[in-house]
């Protein structure tokens, strides 16, 4: 056996009787020092404790000093690459569930987000139509935003948080692709009758496939499934001349023509709304005065 494996057996016995110690015990009770704290403190510790040791009884057993200033100087900074690798654990752990979701119970508020290949952006959360920690991604309610637009504006997003919006198709795919979501939307008409059609899980493409509705999970609610035929449909707007998009005068994933479109425009007239407006068509072909998408992470 070497002197350098004779010193790091030797290293690691003492540090196992470390760990049993009463120091290490006291350490271990103080339940207010986080992860880092503990490791750095246990680390300058045992330098501390056993280092006056190894250069007066091993060294000179040796006769070399080198693998024992090895050994002691490594034990000196193994905590920075410790803390660091922790930092970052930690920080890209918080900041993926941070990215993909609201805040749970903070009611309707806006908050900002921070989605992996895309700059900050702020967002509706709500926790009082459906439990907590929901993203609106559409939101229709008194006719204040124009929804005929072009691909651009569809893309970007578009409208106010305080009012109607729509999120933006490349935030909306960032999102369900970086973590799984379900969706849910509410619906409310002139009556303020209120359903609801809710989907376990969501996502949809990139902007090369046209940010397709790619995955739609299995529907529950009792406003009827008026989007599973639309699935794999891509998204269009009325001036890339697909689908239904310019007879609708609205973007959405259209598909022969359609069974849902809720971009569609903001009509108080029964005849109109059946034809270019707000459309859930296995709940009814009246007007929608009330229309929000939400997702939520799963």
Known sequence: MSHSDGVSIFLFILFVLYLFSDNSKKVNNEDDVNATELTQKLIKDMEAKWSKYFVDHIEPLLHDGNPVDITINHIKHVHKPVNQIETTFIISEVDKIIAASCSPGMGSSIQDIKVPGINTFPVLCDSIFADSGWTVILRRLDGSVNFNRNW??????FGDLHSEFFIGLEKLHRMTKWHTHELIIYLKDEDNEVRHAQYSEFRIDNAAAS???RVLGAYSGNAGDSLSTHINATFSTPDTNKDC???YKSGWWFHKCMDSNLNGV????????GITGIVWSSWQMKPIKFAQM????I
């Open 245 to 247: 998009a310019m007879a």
């Open 294 to 297: 939400m997702i939520r992470p």
């Open 152 to 157: 651009i504006e569809y893309r970007r997003g």
């Open 211 to 213: 940010y397709a509705l």
């Open 266 to 273: 903001y009509e108080s007239n029964e005849v109109d709304a």
